[in-house]
Each structure stands twice: as C-alpha cells, then as structure tokens.
C-alpha cells in the first residue's frame, strides 16, 4: 500500500503529512505500507522546511533523509492513493494521470470519506467520493511564509486527519 502526498513546493505539508502517515502506519502495524511526497512545483533537493521538521519530531515523525522532488506522472501512476493538500493540487495530479481519479482526493476529502462511512477499503472510496462536496474550506494553507505557530497549526491539522485514513489502508491490505 502506497499513498503519496502532494503538495506545492515538497518542503512543509506534504512531507509533514508523509512522514506522519508513517509513524501512525507503524503504530498501526500496517503491512507493506510506504508513504512518499511530491510538489507541483517542487524546490527540487531542497530538504524540510525547519518549521516543518520541529512540527514533525514534535508530534513523533522522523524528519531525516528527505529531498524534495516534483510530482511527475511516473511517480503518480505508482500510488495506490493520493492524497493533495489543496483541490488545485488535484487538478494538477489529474491532468498528469487522469485514469487515477480514482485514486486522487484532497486530505480532508479523503478523511472525512473514511471517517464517516468507513469503507471496507480503498477501492470502495470512489464510490463515496459524491457524497463530500469538495470545498476551500478544506484546503490546507500552506504555512510557507507564515510563523512557526500556523507551521504548527498546520502540522496539527494534517495530524488529525490521517488516522481514518491509515485506519482505511489497515483494512485495505488486511
């Protein structure tokens, strides 16, 4: 099972919601669950963005060994999902793989997908996805630019939507 997120730049919320995923998935005892990043407009070998590291060790993750790299369709056509920080962040994913519409939500989108009607897996997500209207409300700012405070806000944010989502790829590979 592999999720991917997507961000912008591949320096703040996706790596955040990465390795995050990670930690829980362990916590979890997920099989065979992996989880990478990407930006639509990646700072390209950058590393976190220090904001986002202290967020990351502060909740638990580990922020070590990481390179931001751009989203290209090779690495969007391995994901099992992907999960993007903004709908803009779809519509990128979608233009450059559009058979994985399926597979392609917003954080929030996919959360609260998995949170209220707990489908038995993955698959079973497309199928509920016209039950959630998406709306910018559910966008996750991005932090760059801002102060540590809505860096942490933001980490908190991306933190508690992940569990019915990890809880979701448990059942998918069980």
Known sequence: ??????????ICRSP?????????????????FTASSAGTRALV??????????????LGGDASDF????????IASGADLILTMTREHCDVVLEKVPRQL??????????????EF???NITDLAALRPRV?????????????????FFTDVGGRIADLLPPIVELCRRSVS
């Open 102 to 115: 399926s597979r392609t939500y917003t954080l929030a989108q996919a959360a609260r997908l998995a949170a």
């Open 1 to 10: 099972m592999h999720v991917l997120f997507v961000c912008t730049g591949n």
């Open 67 to 74: 390179s931001a790299r751009r989203l290209s369709a090779k």
């Open 118 to 120: 707990a489908p038995a």
């Open 16 to 32: 955040i919601a990465e390795r995050l995923a990670v930690l829980f998935a362990e916590r979890l005892q997920v099989p065979e």
């Open 133 to 149: 209207a998406t709306d910018k409300r559910w966008d996750i700012s991005d932090p760059i630019g801002q102060s540590p405070e």
């Open 45 to 58: 070998g950058y590393p976190i963005h220090p904001d986002s590291v202290r967020v990351i060790e502060s």
